[in-house]
């Protein structure tokens, strides 16, 4: 009789051990991205392209478009994201 208990008991597990039923709850997997945004000169674009910035087109034009675009970069680390040399301003 113990023997059939184990065995019945033995076909309520998983494969990894658990009983059906009494598995633990599964997190929702986290996923970080970090995002960078740079607004870039017309001129300039192709440069940040070549380094994996994104530029689109805006919806609604403004005054600022007129100088360059919001460009955005998307990274997986904390990091600095790459930006072709920009002269220093003083």
């Given at each position: 009789?113990?023997?059939?208990?184990q065995?019945?008991?033995?076909k309520k597990?998983?494969?990894?051990g658990?009983?059906?039923?009494r598995?633990?709850?599964?997190?929702?997997r986290?996923?970080v991205?970090?995002k960078?945004?740079a607004m870039?000169d017309?001129h300039r674009?192709?440069e940040?392209?070549a380094?994996g910035?994104k530029?689109?087109?805006?919806?609604?034009?403004?005054r600022h478009?007129?100088?360059?675009?919001v460009g955005?970069?998307?990274?997986?680390r904390?990091?600095?994201?790459?930006?072709?040399?920009?002269?220093?301003?003083?």
């Open positions: 009789m113990a023997e059939a208990a065995a019945s008991q033995a597990k998983t494969p990894c658990f009983l059906r039923g598995q633990p709850k599964q997190r929702p986290q996923i991205t970090y960078f945004v870039v017309h674009i192709e940040w392209k380094l910035w530029f689109r087109e805006p919806n609604t034009p403004t478009d007129e100088y360059g675009l955005e970069y998307i990274s997986d904390d990091e600095e994201p790459p930006t072709p040399n920009m002269p220093v301003l003083r």
